[in-house]
């Protein structure tokens, strides 16, 4: 299976997504995480990257389609993916349809993750002070925001019209999410073959 997470900063992605990989024994590919592991060893990627994640900018396109092309090879064989932090952007997710459908592995499961802002903000800043994520605080969280709102949701429509979306209410505790998560999944799991229901049986028999 290959699932995409969308969502806001602070939704749970990354935790959903170790959870997602988890059960279904999946790759979990989270772009910002990447980012930051680029940023902390000061590779060249990372150092180019660095200004905009501190203001809470996305990263030029091409920089995160390689990561993205690079950190998707050989999924294939692995069963899929969980996808964090991509697309971001309409055009970026035309990219992924352009280009991950050549390499045969367009998304197949868009999974948003819904929560309210003031939500966001509480949760970022807790975890700022915890982690020490230097784009956890204030300022940089309401651009993260903004950037969300305005680039991010829309891409949330484009899935929405080719009906790969599932979308679960984040706003609940960490287990209740995750309930939700694993439960849509198993149902929209398109490497299950289903049986049919005894009902179905009865019926097509008339
Ligand atoms: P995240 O850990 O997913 O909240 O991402 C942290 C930061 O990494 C974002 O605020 C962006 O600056 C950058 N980033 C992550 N994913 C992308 C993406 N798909 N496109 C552009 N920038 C990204």
Redesign the pocket.
Known sequence: MRVVMLAP?GAG??TQGTLIARHFDLPHV????L??VHMSRRTPVGER?RE??MA????P?EL?LELVVHGLRGTSDRGGYVL??????IP?ARQADHILTELGLAPQVVLHLAVDDDEVVRRLLARGSLENRL?DNEITIRR?LD?YHTVTAPVLDYYAANSRLVSVDAMQSVDAVGEDVLDALETLNPDVTRLPAAGDVLESCG
């Open positions: 900063p992605k990354g989270a772009l910002g995480d980012l930051r990257v905009y994640v809470g900018e996305l990263v396109d995160v964090d932090g991509f697309p971001r952007s970026q784009d993260r950037v």
